[in-house]
């Protein structure tokens, strides 16, 4: 323990002639500057080298350019973790991620922590920032929306779309979706490779049955449990599949997948 603090400390001489304050910080977020920084413990480190963690759309961009310590050590991702406050925190998993991020990090400074009525401000600033940024999404599907009623797929053209062609769709209750992305589920040798260019409502209200004849989009006479499954399948498949061609706002690809 004590070598452990005499490291810490002279590593701390070294990069002492730097100190960042958390408005500083945020330029370093991989968008704003192409470095990415995080600062944990009072320590801000260069993470740029771990940018498939941290870098824009990955699993833990929201660290990137800010105080993070509660945030990792929990670990939560909500913003109201998202700062470096301790206060609550086990030890040894504070410690874990010390030593974590100094073997693997280079220090590059010390931080200036928001007191807590900056943190306050900030982090209504940045909710306000999403809201915005969540109203344009949501002004830019209906747009999107819009011009895609004017687009219909006939039957034929929908069957040209099957397990054998380079883009596999589906029709699940009128709407058109692009499969592609899922070709392991729907491509050629595929559990359901018969459900790419074909209306597949009744296929998975019946809990993914593959049999040609409820390959329909005709509901009549299933029951209520039935309409559920086929409700939670739909749901399911909107959010694993590519925009559709009739309605973009209808599907969506994660960035995980």
């Given at each position: 323990m004590l070598r452990r603090i005499a490291c810490y400390a002279l590593l701390a001489l070294c990069v002492a002639e730097k100190r960042f304050t958390e408005d500083e910080l945020e330029a370093f977020d991989g968008v704003t500057r192409p470095e990415i920084f995080l600062a944990y413990g009072g320590d801000v480190y260069d993470v740029t080298s771990g940018a498939h963690f941290y870098g824009p759309g990955m699993a833990y961009a929201k660290f990137a350019g800010r105080a993070c310590t509660r945030g990792v050590a929990l670990p939560s991702l909500d913003d109201d973790d998202i700062h470096d406050g301790a206060a609550g925190l086990d030890p040894a998993a504070v410690d874990k991620w010390r030593d974590h991020y100094r073997t693997k990090y280079p220090v590059v400074g010390a931080?200036?922590?928001?007191?807590?009525?900056?943190?306050?401000?900030?982090?209504?600033?940045?909710?306000?920032?999403?809201?915005?940024?969540?109203?344009?999404?949501?002004?830019?599907a209906e747009a999107a929306a819009e011009a895609a009623k004017e687009r219909t797929v006939s039957l034929a053209e929908l069957a040209a779309h099957d397990a054998s062609n380079a883009e596999l769709?589906?029709?699940?209750?009128?709407?058109?979706?692009?499969?592609?992305?899922?070709?392991?589920?729907?491509?050629?040798?595929s559990p359901r490779s018969s459900f790419a260019g074909a209306c597949v409502g009744r296929a998975l209200a019946r809990g993914g049955t593959p049999r040609a004849e409820d390959h329909t989009d005709n509901l009549a006479g299933l029951d209520t449990a039935d309409l559920a499954r086929l409700n939670e399948r739909t749901t399911y498949c909107l959010l694993y599949t590519s925009p559709s061609p009739r309605d973009a706002t209808l599907s969506r690809m994660p960035s995980s997948a």
């Open positions: 931080l200036i922590a928001d007191t807590v009525e900056q943190r306050g401000a900030r982090l209504a600033r940045r909710r306000a920032a999403a809201e915005a940024a969540e109203a344009v999404r949501l002004a830019a769709w589906l029709c699940i209750s009128g709407y058109v979706f692009d499969v592609t992305k899922s070709r392991y589920l729907y491509g050629a040798g």
